[in-house]
């Protein structure tokens, strides 16, 4: 077991997983924009090259191999993992800064990250988002437009075992099928429904610096 709780406290995290192209940024970008103050991402550290819309520090911390394996050599990521050819990993630093603003953290890790964050303290509760079908996933990555060919098939490559391991009983504590995308949201926010209606409470306790009271007096 790693022990990193005592590095990160905070509410428990959370980690959406499941195959490239199953959707997974697509419904945290909605959950991020729609409960902000409640939530916040993890921004992981990746040697792949940005996409055309994609900012450093944004949607990941774009390094190269030489300074990832340092920081890794350094202890400074809960987890690492090969994908598709590139490193991409979870720094103690990024779920530390969600955590420090009084957010939930969201982690989007493959599912070797899922493996190596189960043998950590970090305790998150574990989301897996699939497409209906291996077929939708193919037509969705190429619709998607951001893989080559080699890319685009490394990914699907994967995407079946992936999603076998992650139907196991009790890797996952929910299962999505991201048909729907509205649908899919929502069952995404009702998994997330208590740590919602716990972050909303303790928002409104803070803001009228009351413990719970509306501070009117009289
Ligand atoms: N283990 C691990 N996987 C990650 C991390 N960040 C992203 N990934 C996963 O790496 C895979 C590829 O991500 P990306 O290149 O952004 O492609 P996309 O998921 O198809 O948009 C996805 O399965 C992500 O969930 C991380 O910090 N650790
Ligand atoms: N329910 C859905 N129906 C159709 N297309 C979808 C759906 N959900 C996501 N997509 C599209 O599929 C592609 C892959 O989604 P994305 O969120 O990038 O997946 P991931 O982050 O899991 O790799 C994107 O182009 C996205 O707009």
């Known amino acids: 077991m ?15 997983a499941g195959p490239s192209g199953a959707g997974k940024s697509t419904l945290l970008q909605q959950l991020l924009k729609e ?10 550290h990746t040697t792949r090259n940005p996409r055309p819309q994609e900012e450093n520090g944004r949607e990941y911390h774009f390094v190269t191999r030489e300074l990832m394996k340092t920081a890794i050599e350094n202890g400074e990521f809960i987890e ?3 994908f598709s050819g ?12 969600v955590q420090r603003a009084g957010r939930i953290c969201m982690l989007d890790i493959d599912m070797q990250g899922v493996r190596s964050v189960k043998k950590t303290d970090l305790n998150p509760k574990y989301i ?3 497409p209906p079908s291996l077929a939708s996933l193919e037509e969705r990555l190429r619709g998607r437009g951001t893989e080559s060919e080699e890319s685009l098939s490394k990914r699907l490559g994967v995407a079946d075992e992936e999603m076998k391991y992650g139907e196991m009983a009790g ?13 899919a949201y929502q069952e995404l926010t009702e998994a997330l429904s208590e740590e919602i209606k716990q972050a909303c409470k303790q928002k409104n306790t803070l803001s009228n610096g009351t ?5 009117i007096k009289g």
């Open 2 to 16: 790693t022990h990193v709780k005592s590095i990160i406290a905070g509410p428990r995290p959370v980690v959406l």
């Open 35 to 44: 409960y902000k103050d409640q939530f916040g991402f993890s921004v992981s």
């Open 80 to 82: 690492h993992a090969e």
């Open 86 to 97: 590139n490193l991409y990993g979870t720094s103690k630093k990024a779920v530390r800064e």
């Open 128 to 130: 897996l988002i699939k």
């Open 171 to 183: 890797v996952f504590d929910y299962v999505i099928i991201n048909d729907d995308v509205e649908k």
């Open 211 to 215: 413990g719970g009271h509306n501070g």
